[in-house]
Antibody, heavy 124, light 108 residues
Framework: DVQLLESGGGLVQPGGSLRLSCEVS????????MRWVRQAPGKGLEWVSG????????KYADSVKGRFTISRDNSKNTLYLQMKSLRAEDTAVYYC?????????????????WGKGTTVAVSS | EIVLTQSPGTLSLSPGERATLSCRAS???????LAWYQQKPGQAPRLFIY???RRATGIPDRFSGSGSGTDFTLTISRLEPEDFAVYYC?????????FGQGTRLDIK
């Protein structure tokens, strides 16, 4: 079974930092683009960031560019999201998501497996 | 970026009825690269449809997707109690990927 397990969420003050992790199993991690998608309380889905299978290409939503850094460790089957300069509007459930199709490069794609999510709350 | 607009915002129907959900794009979605997801309260989204009309693994055939260009539709032929949820469309024809704002399907 394909599984994605996020961790690292919590309560942080505005301006603070947090590092999310996503441990995966059940598929060849390095063959897939991986993404982070978030959902603010009572709101819709927002793509945050994506990374190619090798880690060589990284993309960010304008709302987080310059503050968030995505990375991956294919030897540990783990995806990361380093978040800095956090704002109240970053408060959300953050989902780790696997693309539906393996790809050698970074391409837009649908997503077939989602983690359960980890909650980030930014508040003083 | 492509903006997706879903309608209606809320749809109230009874079990056994037919549901039609719309997703309209601000520009053509390349190759009909459009997906639909279902989300229930407290749960992660679940892929239902991709490539506009292909059902994901395990999705019952009462769910069907159609459309091309800028207009896409998710149809549920006969609603079951477990179908009442929020549905999101997502385009992956161009970067960045974007989502619609969702349609809430409520029990009438």
């Amino acid at each position: 079974d394909v599984q994605l397990l996020e961790s690292g969420g919590g309560l942080v003050q505005p301006g603070g930092s947090l590092r999310l992790s996503c441990e995966v199993s059940g598929f060849t991690f390095s063959s897939y683009v991986m993404r982070w998608v978030r959902q603010a309380p009572g709101k819709g889905l927002e793509w945050v960031s994506g990374i190619s299978g090798t880690g060589g290409t990284k993309k960010y939503a304008d709302s987080v560019k310059g503050r968030f850094t995505i990375s991956r460790d294919n030897s540990k089957n783990t995806l990361y999201l380093q978040m800095k300069s956090l704002r109240a509007e970053d408060t959300a459930v953050y989902y780790c998501v696997k693309d539906g199709q393996a790809a050698p490069i970074y391409i837009p794609n649908f997503m077939d497996v989602w983690g359960k999510g980890t909650t980030v709350a930014v508040s003083s | 970026e492509i903006v997706l607009t879903q309608s209606p915002g809320t749809l109230s129907l009874s079990p056994g009825e037919r549901a039609t959900l719309s997703c309209r794009a601000s520009q053509t979605v390349s190759s009909s690269y459009l997906a639909w997801y279902q989300q229930k309260p407290g749960q992660a989204p679940r892929l239902f449809i991709y490539d506009a009309s292909r059902r994901a693994t395990g999705i019952p055939d009462r769910f069907s997707g159609s459309g091309s260009g800028t207009d896409f539709t998710l149809t549920i032929s006969r609603l079951e109690p477990e179908d009442f949820a929020v549905y999101y469309c997502q385009q992956y024809g161009s970067s960045p990927i974007t989502f619609g704002q969702g349609t809430r399907l409520d029990i009438k």
